[in-house]
């Protein structure tokens, strides 16, 4: 089975079209990286394949359903850590709610809260590395731990396929390291990881797929393949300054914003 397969598939917003023709097979398990310039559609594809937008045209399946068919059961399955700056990071909630949330809001009113909950979001802060946290307001902790929370809070419902757009942005590098090898500790637990960057150059030997969007897929598959020279620059032209790396180049962007 594949995490995502799309076919075809166009997506438009206010009639402008976002993403044109995207065509992309991805294994079950596997961990991957999405690239591409600010407004290739990133964040877009991310949408589509949770079900929060729906294709002009093609189709697409996410662990073998339609989201926009099985809108509620591909939701359950597929967990979602979306760009933090869109976040409201003044949310008065402790941190053990704020995962709290992401259980009850799946049940019937009135929204009990179990021992089992608690138990599973007591495992999973303890997973990402923040059980002390359990207690402390979300509004007042830093990038790296908060995005640490967001990830709990999108694993506790134990999806098989985990979406992060820019987890890394505006964390520490040691938060970054941290939350890597969680990512890779769950697709070695079967859970297929789909993450937006803008730097690939510390998570290369990590992943198994990088795909590279621009409105439609420019090259996707193995690293090395995806990751050269003339492929970035017929994308990014002069927005990214590249180095003649091995065994990839190394590319970082003169625009890592949005
Ligand atoms: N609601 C919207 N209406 C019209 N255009 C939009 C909307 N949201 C995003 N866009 C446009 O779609 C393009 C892709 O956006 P997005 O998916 O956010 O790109 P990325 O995440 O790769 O930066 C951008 O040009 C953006 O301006
Ligand atoms: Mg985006």
Redesign the pocket.
């Known amino acids: 089975m594949n995490s995502v397969e799309a076919s075809g598939l166009t997506v438009k917003?206010?009639g402008?079209e976002?993403l044109n023709d995207v065509n992309l097979s991805l294994d079950h398990p596997s961990f991957t990286v999405l690239i591409?310039p600010?407004?290739?559609?990133?964040?877009?594809l991310l949408k589509t394949i949770l079900g929060l937008l729906k294709p002009q045209s093609g189709s697409i399946k996410v662990m073998g359903l339609d989201p926009t068919k099985k809108s509620k059961k591909v939701r359950l399955m597929v967990g979602y850590v979306p760009q933090r700056d869109r976040i409201s990071f003044f949310v008065p909630m402790k941190v053990k709610d704020v995962v709290m949330m992401s259980r009850l809001v799946w049940k019937r009113p009135p929204r009990w809260i179990t021992e089992s909950d608690e138990a599973a979001v007591k495992k999973v802060l303890n997973f990402v590395g923040a059980e002390e946290l359990a207690d402390r307001r979300f509004d007042e902790l830093s990038g790296g731990q908060q995005q640490k929370v967001l990830i709990a809070r999108a694993i506790v419902s134990e999806p098989r396929l985990l979406l992060l757009d820019e987890p890394f942005n505006g964390i520490d590098v040691k938060s970054q390291s941290e939350i890597m090898s969680l990512l890779t500790n769950l697709k070695e637990n079967g859970v297929s990881v789909i993450m937006v960057t803008h730097d690939v150059s510390d998570v290369i030997h990590l992943v198994d797929n990088i795909v590279l969007l621009y409105r439609t897929i420019i090259a996707a598959g193995k690293p090395k393949d995806v990751l050269r020279e003339d492929v970035l620059k017929s994308v990014y032209g002069d927005r990214i300054r590249i180095y003649a790396h091995e065994p990839y180049p190394v590319f970082v962007p003169r625009d890592s914003h949005?």
């Open positions: 917003l206010n402008f976002v591409g600010n407004g290739a559609g990133k964040t877009t949005g």
